[in-house]
């Protein structure tokens, strides 16, 4: 069943644009993703796909784990080759801290460690694959690698001590474990949790309240997928699979670097180098798996812009009397158009804001270099 498992998440995260809703299915039926995602009140339908494994857990212990995590059949066939680590049995259950702190800053309005979901982690090595590989590229496919060197290194420690996923299954049975102590056991197993969750919960919530005043000082948003609700809910609910970067059929959608800030560090963001976004495109929406690409109807995609197109008449052709009006008959949307500046006796261009989208087709289509038209989130 392993095996069938793994080759089937395989098949799923690998690079395609048909069926365009397999990208985002392996983070889909991660348990902690859902747990996460729901807390913080995003996630729609996606949220139903992790049932099944959830209930699986309940009934037999970590039973995800054991038949199904694609990524636990790959540290499982490494650690095959090397002994025990004695130690690893000492070290404390880290993944039910992330846990509890995860689900405390996600009701909060801020999740955390969604990135380090396992599932996650197997389903971005795959979206790395792209036809320009950048540095992005390669730091995003490396949460996979390194649970594997993990796994080779200290066998176990990562399945058994680390995983947020493992340790929210081992939550999921937490009462078939107490019903099988005695009162008293029960009383101080239950009251030991409780602080956990106490602890865990309240710090999750600390750091969300922490950062208000960083926000102030924030650097200018990047240009996000269509649909995204504001640079700080799409940073905070993205979980960086890679699910939208690999479905972009224009190739424009890439993991991001450090220029919105470290809070956007691998959060996908658009670059119109090499196409733009379409009128009639809604893969990014249809396999988002967490709600930071909420899904979008075609029809109300223009009332969901991703920014605004703006001028830079340093750059513009028609700034230096020559002949250019790509940008104006490239938009679908019809929200550029020329006017006369009889200051300057030239030409220039006007942005209508109310219909401009930021699908980013005048950026992409302008001659100049550098670029005159650029969108801005």
Avoid at 101 to 126: E, I, S
Avoid at 268 to 284: K, L, R, V, W
């Amino acid at each position: 069943m392993r095996g069938a498992a793994f080759a089937a998440a395989a098949a799923c995260a690998w690079p395609r644009h048909e069926p365009s809703w397999l990208a985002g299915v392996v983070p889909a039926l991660s348990p902690f993703n859902a747990w996460v995602t729901a807390a913080a009140g995003a996630g729609g339908l996606f949220l139903l796909g992790a049932l099944v494994p959830a209930l699986l857990g309940v009934v037999w212990p970590r039973a995800f784990c054991r038949w199904l995590c694609p990524a636990g059949t790959c540290q499982d066939a490494l650690a095959g080759w090397v002994p025990r680590r004695g130690w690893v049995g000492r070290v404390p259950r880290v993944g039910l801290g992330l846990v509890a702190v995860a689900v405390g800053a996600a009701l909060a309005g801020y999740p955390l460690f969604g990135w380090l979901d396992p599932l996650v982690l197997f389903n971005a090595a795959f979206g790395a694959a792209r036809r320009q590989l950048e540095l992005r590229d390669w730091l995003a496919a490396t949460g996979l690698p390194a649970l594997l060197l993990l796994a080779f290194l200290a066998p176990g420690l990562w399945c058994g001590r680390l995983c947020p996923l493992g340790a929210l299954q081992d939550l999921l049975r937490v009462p078939f474990r107490l019903r099988a102590l005695d009162a008293a056991a029960r009383r101080r197993e239950s009251a030991a949790l409780g602080r956990r969750a106490f602890l865990g919960l309240g710090l999750g919530a600390g750091y969300r309240l922490a950062l208000h005043p960083a926000r102030a000082n924030a650097p200018a948003a990047a240009v996000r997928p269509p649909a995204s609700e504001g640079e700080a809910r799409f940073t905070r609910l993205c979980t960086r699979c890679g699910a939208c970067v690999r479905i972009c059929p224009s190739g424009i959608i890439r993991f991001g670097g450090t220029g919105a800030g470290w809070a956007g560090v691998l959060a996908p963001e658009i670059a119109f180098d090499d196409g733009y976004c379409p009128p009639s495109c809604t893969q990014c929406g249809q396999v988002c798996p967490c709600g930071a690409i909420p899904r979008f109807a075609q029809k109300s995609k223009h009332r969901r812009p991703m920014g605004t197109a703006h001028v830079d008449e340093n750059h513009c052709l028609l700034s230096f009397s020559r002949e250019c009006g790509a940008c104006v008959g490239a938009c679908p949307y019809g929200a550029l158009d020329m006017a006369w500046d009889p200051e300057n006796m030239t030409s220039r261009i006007v942005v209508d804001a109310a219909r401009c989208t930021g699908c980013g087709c005048c950026e992409y289509v302008c001659p100049a270099s550098p670029k005159a038209m650029r969108i801005h989130a």
